[in-house]
């Protein structure tokens, strides 16, 4: 599903228009990897989505389109590194208050093509 309204659709080419979304995940995902401080839960709590959740998106339109890749390669496409390294060198163990404010919030947590 194409993330440009119909009101750009006409202004952009589907080759443009996917070159512009592809530039805007690769700049979300070097400013996740740059915000290594900021945790996947508190993404999580405001957002309704993290880097976990970007890799299950990866995937499956890797897989929508044919494109063999693990769930070990899409975590790393988000991360830069194996998840087991960044989770190593970057999680903190979750707050009461953080785990308390994600089971409030999970019906708010996006859902996309049945991955979240």
């Not at 897989?63 to 991360?79: R, S």
């Not at 707050?95 to 999970?106: A, H, I, S, V």
């Amino acid at each position: 599903m194409p993330i440009i309204d119909n009101s750009m659709e006409a202004a952009v080419d589907e080759l443009t228009r996917i070159r512009l979304e592809a530039a805007a995940f690769r700049g979300l995902v070097a400013h996740l990897r740059q915000r290594t401080d900021v945790q996947n839960i508190d993404i999580m709590n405001l957002a309704g989505f993290c880097r976990n959740c970007l890799s299950k998106w990866y995937k499956a339109a890797a897989d929508e389109q044919g494109v063999p890749i693990t769930k070990e390669d899409a975590l790393e496409a988000v991360y830069g590194m194996s998840y087991k390294e960044w989770k190593s060198r970057y999680q903190k163990e979750a707050t009461p208050d953080q785990l308390e404010l994600f089971e409030q919030t999970k019906p708010l947590h996006a859902v996309i093509n049945g991955h979240q």
